[in-house]
């Protein structure tokens, strides 16, 4: 069951969402909590959320149980396939790329990403407790900070 502050975390994502936002930075070291607001806000906007991790590659965000796609675990390859194959996400969460992102094809892999989602109405969120690379700092970016977690 979610607590008053988990969904006003949603509530304020969803709106940022909404607002046509093609950015929000996540920072926080509460991977979970934050994830769980992302799925929320998702699962009002559209139902369709896509999320990278450099372990598991790209998946669906929404199922309980998902198969990564295969070979999305790269950073650039996640990210293109993220950019240019997955046109159904209107959410697409990037767990800790900041760190990859100090790498010239990676960044450039991301900014289309961003270009991406704007343009089919969607939002880019990224889930990092990093500081920013240049990559991210000059990015068109709004952060969220969640609520103290339960």
């Not at 969607?122 to 990092?128: C, F, R």
Request: glycine content about 6%; overall charge neutral.
């Amino acid at each position: 069951m979610a607590t008053p502050d988990h969904q006003t975390d949603s509530h304020r994502f969803e709106r940022l969402c909404r607002a046509g936002r093609p950015l929000v930075v996540v920072r926080t070291f509460e991977e979970d909590e934050a994830l769980q607001v992302v799925r929320d806000a998702s699962m009002s906007l559209s139902g369709k959320l896509a999320i990278w991790t450099v372990l598991s590659g790209v998946f669906d965000g929404i199922l309980d149980r998902p198969n990564p796609i295969p070979d999305t675990t790269a950073p650039l390859a996640g990210l293109h396939h993220l950019a240019y194959t997955d046109r159904e996400a209107s959410i697409a969460c990037l767990v800790d790329v900041a760190p990859p992102l100090d790498e010239p094809r990676v960044s450039r892999a991301f900014r289309d990403l961003v270009a991406s989602t704007r343009r089919r109405g969607g939002t880019a969120v990224v889930v990092d407790h990093s500081p920013s690379p240049p990559a991210l700092a000059r990015a068109p970016a709004v952060g969220f900070e969640p609520r103290s977690p339960r």
